[in-house]
Structures are given as structure tokens and as C-alpha cells.
């Protein structure tokens, strides 16, 4: 079954290529360029799993990021930055997103963190249930 | 006035923007001139007052005591001289010409004259045209014709005469006492009688030696009539201007011949020629106050030079005090402005990064497309030689876009690194990480300037806490400072074997060793001594001269030291101790 991702940046460029280069690879691609917009996708169907770009104008990544976990907790969540390490964001990011990727982004380092992200949550869905 | 030298003042005490050190000696020497000044000038005009007031004094109570002689000695003298005249007077009255001319009677008064009071030396009868009728005496004076002698002239004037001192036939000092008598016949005669001046001195001379005052007689012309101890024996002449003549004791502060400043007090004796002289050397009464005053004088020069000494090196500490905080504070502004410099750099920088990032995540899409692209045509078989020559080529230069974005994504991550750890914190590090870092920043320059740079990292490095953004701008520093070193000359003249070369290790009781060292011109003593003071650099044109003092200060607060080494011409070593924890009490820098 092809894997749902949804991808929040609001570099279009960036984002609808990286769309298009994970549907050859047989996912399922769908695009928000805001937060706003995000959370409204989310609102319409659920992914198995999120990448969002921390640097956002309008509704932060952080302020997406905690609207996105309150509908969704179990929902994995890759977080692109600039910078490097999950701590110096500061905002508590490490507890809420799965992994960190940096910007330009090595696609291989993408493909083998959705594929983790989902396993993860896997496992989680399965403990969670009854 | 006031207000020209409260500008100056104000001028010289306010923060310089700039050390100099003339501003500092000539303020130095302003203090120290001021303080003196203010000290010692009521001190020497206390001083002179003091004198002057004492010496006044003293020349008041020189005067009192030789008024008091004088007098004494003026009433004494009258009563004496007096008496003496009153004598002859008596015996003028008593007796008659005719008494007296009878020799032999002459003879027995004049032995009854002798028996009684000491000193008469002879007597004579002067008729009334001057012959001495009758004489009783030692010398041969029967018969001498006396008309129109002063004395007798003075003598039928007055009534009773004393005449002034003058040598006797017997060559020693005589005075003559005459009195003149007009009996009621109508006789007219003079009663002659002289003596000798002996009691005469011994009642000048009594008291004034006690008190070193010279009491003397002289005439009205200035001849001694008695003996004088500063002016010679009797009838020498007194060498001195004569006083105002009165009755009245006059005290004059004198200059004799000689030059020696004196207290005179003299007084005319009534029914006298004589005028008394009671002279004091002022010298012998100032003596005393001479010895001790040269004695205050070596105390207040004494004084003087401990107000000069110590003003000198009070005032030399204060100012020195002073320009060491001018120079701290100066320093710590250009300290501030540098980081906050440092710190708009790095915002600088972080905002370009991103700004890149964007555009170079976007380019490495693209590629990565294109090649998913190629790949999938290629699969799907369509393979002319030309086509797949080209699709090679293709594929090899959106290799080429790939890797060239992978490049300068090392570098806005570096940069981003950089600027996010300007803010100080402390945490737990890999110190290998900062070197690994720092190097990298520097490779490039390090490179094209043609100086290999090394690492000798030992294995067993632990961690340690510190502040990641202070020890990355210490390393860059020291390994910039080095790099600077050994291009001194520029690349062309860099030698083969150029290096730079950073080691790290752990000592368990040290901490940790970070050394860096280099071969490059290396530091003469003179330049070590100084090298960790602000503003001093020895590149011409570049640098604040800031460098290797923030560092130092940032070593030191990091609880760490910091040592330099050097050769010229060999190269240096600078070796930064960093504890494993650090200090909890801030370090004095």
C-alpha cells in the first residue's frame, strides 16, 4: 500500500519537486505550502506520515507542529530545519517530532527515516491497541 | 580664574577616549605639584610669620632690659657724681678765701676730705683772675695760671663744674670737680678739687657683665670716659655715632663700625658732660633663638621633603590606580564592542545561510529529479549509442550539481553552526568537535596560503563542560594567529614544510592540553612580555590588537590558563589548560 506523506513547505519549488520525486518512487505524496493549509488537509484525511519545514512565514513550524500532534498525537512527524540539532530549536521540538533533517535535504537520508517514521508508528498503533 | 582652572581639571580627569601616557605623567605631576604647594605653602608663611613675630619679641625684650640698666645705672651715676660736687661744694661754702688760702689749713681739710671719701687726688684755690693761689696735692700745680680755661670759664658761668675724663700727670684718668664762689666782700674764687675715676668705673661697671651689657660713659664728642669692654679702655674714642641727646633713656637698635647690630640705651647725667651707654649685641640675645631656629629649620626642611616624598608616591599610586581603570574600561568597551560585533557577524551570517539553503535545497531537488527521470527513460529502453552518450553525460553532470550542492551545504551548516553558538552557554563537549570544526573553517585559507594544518588528537579525550562558542573563538584565534605567522611573508615566501599543526590531550591532574603550534617567524621576548595587552599587535595593517587578549580573558574565565612559547625565526607553541569543570566562583581575569 502506497505510504500517505504530506509535505508543509512554503518553498513551492522545493516541495512540489520532492513531491514529484517520491511519487516515482511509488508514495503518495499530497502538499500544504502553509500551516494553515496544513491543518486543513489534515482535517480532511489523515497521512501516515508528516514532513514539515520548521521555517515558515505566517503560522509557525512550532505552532504547526503542536496543532498538528493535538489532532493527531500518534502521528510521526520529520522536522526540517536549517540547523542541525533538535535541541537548539528550543521549543520542546525533540519530544513531538520523530526525527530531524536539514536542509538541502539528501533524499536517501529522507526515504529511510519515512520508512523508520512509519515503523515506528506501527509498533506504536499496535501497543495502543486493546 | 577659578573657572579656566576647574575646565582644566575637569579635561584632565575625564575618560580619555585614547591611553597616553603623557596625559597620565603630566596629570601625575599636576597632583603632585598641587599637593605640595597646598601643603607647604601655609607651612613656610606660618613659618615666616612665626619668625618675625618671635624675632620682634625678642628685640621688645632685648629693649627692656637695657632701659632698666641704663636707668639704674643713670640714677646711680647722678647720685654719686652728685655728691661728689656737693662735696666740693660744701667745703666752697663752708670755708672761706681767706680759709682756704692758708695752706697748712688747706692741707688738714683736704686730709679730712681724703679720710672720708675715697678718690680725691688733690685740691687747689683758683684766685679770681685764674692763678692757683694755694694746692694741696702730689703734683707740682702752686702758681699754675688757670685764666681762660674752659673749665674755669664754665665753672664762673655755671657755679659748680664736672669736668669730663682726661689723663693725669700720673698718666691714669682723672676728673675735676670746681665750684665757684662769690663771697659776700665781693671775692670771687674757685675751689678746684680733682679726682680720680676709679669708683667712677667700679659703679658703671657693676651689673651690666651679668647680663652681657657693656655700660659705659662717654663724652659728648664720643670719647670713652670710663672702660668700655666692647670699645676699648677710657678716653679711646667710642667709634660709634653718638645718640640723641636726653635725659630721657633712649633705646636705638644700632649697626656699629664694626657691623654688629646692637641695643643701645643711653641718657644724659644731669650736672654732667657725660652721656651713659648701655650697649647689648643683639647677637648674644637672638643666640639662643639662632640655635634653635636652625634646628626648626632642618625639621621644616625635614617636613618639606616628606610632603614632597610622599605626595610623589601617593599621587603616583592614585594616578597610576587611575590609568590602570582608564585603560580597563577603554579596554572593555572595545572587549564589548568586538563581541557585539562577532555577534551582528553572526547574525549576518546565520541569515545568509538560510537565505542559501532555500535556493540550494531547491537545486538539489531539481537534480535529483532529472537523474530519477534519466534513470526511469534509460530503463525504459531506448538505447541509440548517441542517446545513451548523452544520457551518460547527463547523468554525470546532475551528478556533478549534486555533489557541488552537497559542498556548499557543508558550508552554510558550518556558518550556521558558527553563528548559533555565539551566545554564551555552558554544557557538556567534545572538545575534538570544536578543533575538528575550527580547522575545517580555516582549511581553505590555510591551503591556498600553502601551510598544511595538522591534528594530533589523542584517543582517551573526555568530555568536558564548557561554553562551545568561547572555545570555538579561542581556537580560531590562536590557529589564525598561527596561520598568520608562518604566511607572514606572504605565500610566495612560505617555505616548503609549513605547518600548523593542533594537538589535544588529557592530563588527570592538569585538565585538558590544547596545544597549537606552528614554525612560522615566531616572537622575540620583548613582544611575549607584552602580548596578552590590549591594542598591541605586531601585524602592521590588520587587527585590533584584541585578539590574544580576549582570548585570554575568555581562558581565564573558562577557569583555564594559557601559555605562550616562542623563538624567532623557529615558531611558536601556545598551550591552553581547559579544567574539566568549570570553576563555580567567576575567575579573576
Same mark, same amino acid.
Given at each position: 500500500m502506497a505510504l500517505r506523506v504530506l509535505l508543509i513547505d512554503d518553498e513551492n519549488e522545493f516541495v512540489d519537486t520532492l513531491a514529484e520525486r517520491l511519487e516515482l518512487r511509488g508514495y503518495k505524496p499530497s502538499i500544504a505550502y502553509s500551516g494553515q493549509a496544513a491543518l486543513q488537509a489534515l482535517r480532511a484525511e489523515k497521512p501516515d506520515v508528516v514532513v514539515l519545514d520548521m521555517l515558515m512565514p505566517g503560522m509557525s513550524g512550532e505552532e504547526t507542529l503542536r496543532r498538528l500532534k493535538n489532532m493527531y498525537p500518534n502521528l510521526p512527524v520529520i522536522v526540517l530545519s536549517g540547523h542541525g540539532m533538535v535541541q537548539d530549536d528550543g521549543v520542546g521540538t525533540a519530544d513531538q517530532a520523530f526525527a530531524c533533517l536539514t536542509k538541502p535535504l539528501a533524499l536517501s537520508a529522507l526515504l529511510e527515516t519515512l520508512a523508520a517514521a512509519v515503523r515506528a508508528a506501527a509498533v506504536d498503533a499496535e501497543g495502543d491497541t486493546p | 580664574m577659578l573657572g579656566a582652572i576647574q575646565k582644566y581639571f575637569a579635561h584632565l580627569?575625564? !575618560?580619555? $577616549?585614547?591611553?597616553?601616557?603623557?596625559?597620565?605623567?603630566?596629570?601625575?605631576?599636576?597632583?603632585? !605639584?598641587? +599637593?605640595?604647594?597646598?601643603?607647604?605653602?601655609?607651612?613656610?608663611? *606660618? /613659618?615666616?610669620?612665626?619668625?618675625?613675630?618671635?624675632?620682634?619679641?625678642?628685640?621688645?625684650?632685648?629693649?627692656?632690659?637695657?632701659? =632698666?640698666?641704663?636707668?639704674?645705672?643713670?640714677?646711680?651715676?647722678? *647720685?654719686? %657724681? #652728685?655728691?661728689?660736687?656737693?662735696?666740693?661744694?660744701?667745703?666752697?661754702?663752708?670755708? /672761706?678765701?681767706? @680759709?682756704?688760702?692758708?695752706?697748712?689749713?688747706?692741707?688738714?681739710?683736704?686730709? /679730712? !676730705?681724703?679720710?672720708?671719701?675715697? &678718690?680725691?687726688?688733690?685740691?687747689?684755690?683758683?684766685?679770681?683772675? #685764674?692763678?692757683?693761689? =694755694?694746692?694741696?696735692?702730689?703734683?707740682? %700745680?702752686?702758681?699754675?695760671?688757670?685764666?681762660?680755661?674752659?673749665w674755669l670759664r664754665e665753672t664762673e658761668m655755671q657755679g659748680r663744674y664736672l669736668s669730663t675724663v682726661f689723663l693725669g700727670y700720673r698718666g691714669y684718668p682723672h676728673m675735676v670737680v670746681a665750684v665757684h664762689r662769690l663771697e659776700e666782700n665781693g671775692m670771687s674764687w674757685t675751689l678746684r678739687v680733682a679726682t680720680d675715676t676709679l669708683r667712677l668705673q667700679q659703679i658703671v661697671s657693676v651689673v651690666g657683665p651679668e647680663h652681657d651689657t657693656d655700660?659705659?660713659?662717654?663724652?659728648? $664728642?664720643?670719647?670713652?670716659?670710663?672702660?668700655?669692654?666692647?670699645?676699648?679702655?677710657?678716653?679711646?674714642? +667710642?667709634?660709634?655715632?653718638?645718640?640723641?641727646?636726653s635725659h630721657e633713656t633712649v633705646v636705638r637698635r644700632v649697626t656699629d663700625a664694626q657691623g654688629r647690630q646692637l641695643m643701645v640705651a643711653s641718657c644724659t647725667l644731669t650736672g654732667t658732660e657725660f652721656v651713659l651707654m648701655a650697649v647689648k649685641p643683639v647677637a648674644d640675645a637672638i643666640r639662643p633663638w639662632k640655635l634653635v631656629r636652625s634646628e626648626l629649620l632642618l625639621v621644616l626642611c625635614g617636613g618639606i621633603a616628606l610632603i614632597v616624598l610622599v605626595s610623589r608616591i601617593l599621587m603616583g599610586q592614585l594616578v597610576n590606580r587611575l590609568q590602570a581603570s582608564d585603560e580597563r574600561r577603554v579596554a572593555a568597551f572595545a572587549q564589548m564592542e568586538h563581541s557585539q560585533k562577532l555577534s551582528s557577524i553572526g547574525r549576518l551570517a546565520a541569515g545568509v545561510a538560510h537565505e542559501v539553503n532555500n535556493p540550494l535545497a531547491v537545486i538539489n531537488e531539481k537534480a535529483g529529479l532529472a537523474m530519477d527521470l534519466l534513470a526511469l527513460d534509460s530503463g525504459s529502453g531506448n538505447g541509440s549509442d548517441n542517446g545513451s552518450q548523452y544520457r551518460k553525460r547527463l547523468h554525470d553532470l546532475l551528478e556533478g550539481i549534486a555533489s557541488t550542492v552537497e559542498r556548499a551545504r557543508g558550508i552554510t551548516h558550518r556558518l550556521l553552526g558558527f553563528a548559533r553558538r555565539m551566545e554564551a552557554n555552558r554544557q557538556t563537549l567534545h572538545i575534538e568537535e570544536i578543533i575538528t570544526e575550527t580547522l575545517g573553517f580555516l582549511e581553505r585559507e590555510a591551503v591556498n596560503r600553502g601551510v598544511s594544518l595538522e591534528m594530533e !588528537? =589523542?584517543? $582517551?579525550?573526555?568530555?568536558?563542560?564548557? @561554553?562551545?562558542?568561547?572555545?570555538?573563538?579561542?581556537?580560531?584565534?590562536?590557529?589564525?594567529?598561527? %596561520?598568520?605567522?608562518?604566511?607572514?611573508? &606572504?605565500? /610566495?615566501?612560505?617555505?616548503?614544510?609549513?605547518?600548523?599543526?593542533? &594537538?589535544?590531550?588529557?592530563?588527570? $591532574?592538569?585538565?585538558?592540553?590544547?596545544?597549537?603550534? @606552528?614554525?612560522?617567524? #615566531?616572537?622575540?621576548?620583548?613582544?611575549?612580555?607584552?602580548?596578552?595587552?590590549?591594542?598591541?599587535?605586531?601585524?602592521?595593517?590588520?587587527?585590533? &590588537?584584541?585578539? +590574544?587578549?580576549?582570548?585570554? #580573558?575568555i581562558v581565564r574565565r573558562l577557569g583555564g590558563e594559557i601559555h605562550v612559547e616562542s623563538e624567532e625565526s623557529r615558531g611558536s607553541v601556545v598551550r591552553v589548560i581547559l579544567p574539566q569543570v568549570p570553576p563555580e566562583v567567576p575567575v579573576e581575569v
Open positions: - | 580627569l575625564e !575618560l580619555p $577616549d585614547a591611553i597616553s601616557q603623557n596625559r597620565y605623567r603630566s596629570l601625575r605631576k599636576i597632583m603632585v !605639584l598641587s +599637593m605640595v604647594l597646598v601643603s607647604v605653602a601655609p607651612l613656610l608663611i *606660618l /613659618s615666616l610669620v612665626s619668625n618675625a613675630q618671635y624675632m620682634r619679641t625678642l628685640e621688645r625684650e632685648m629693649e627692656s632690659p637695657v632701659y =632698666a640698666m641704663a636707668r639704674k645705672s643713670q640714677a646711680a651715676l647722678e *647720685l654719686y %657724681l #652728685g655728691e661728689r660736687i656737693s662735696t666740693v661744694s660744701f667745703l666752697a661754702h663752708a670755708y /672761706s678765701f681767706a @680759709d682756704l688760702s692758708d695752706e697748712p689749713r688747706l692741707n688738714r681739710i683736704f686730709l /679730712s !676730705l681724703k679720710s672720708e671719701f675715697q &678718690g680725691f687726688v688733690d685740691m687747689g684755690l683758683v684766685d679770681t683772675d #685764674g692763678r692757683q693761689v =694755694a694746692y694741696v696735692g702730689p703734683y707740682k %700745680l702752686k702758681g699754675v695760671d688757670y685764666a681762660g680755661e674752659p655700660v659705659f660713659l662717654v663724652d659728648k $664728642d664720643g670719647v670713652l670716659q670710663t672702660d668700655s669692654s666692647l670699645y676699648g679702655k677710657a678716653l679711646e674714642s +667710642m667709634g660709634m655715632d653718638m645718640p640723641p641727646q !588528537l =589523542a584517543e $582517551d579525550l573526555p568530555e568536558i563542560v564548557s @561554553d562551545r562558542g568561547q572555545l570555538q573563538q579561542v581556537f580560531l584565534n590562536l590557529v589564525g594567529n598561527a %596561520l598568520d605567522a608562518v604566511a607572514a611573508g &606572504g605565500s /610566495s615566501t612560505v617555505s616548503a614544510g609549513a605547518f600548523v599543526r593542533v &594537538g589535544c590531550r588529557y592530563e588527570e $591532574d592538569t585538565g585538558i592540553i590544547v596545544s597549537v603550534t @606552528d614554525n612560522g617567524k #615566531g616572537m622575540s621576548p620583548e613582544v611575549l612580555k607584552h602580548i596578552f595587552e590590549p591594542f598591541y599587535s605586531t601585524k602592521a595593517d590588520k587587527g585590533t &590588537g584584541l585578539g +590574544m587578549f580576549i582570548t585570554y #580573558g
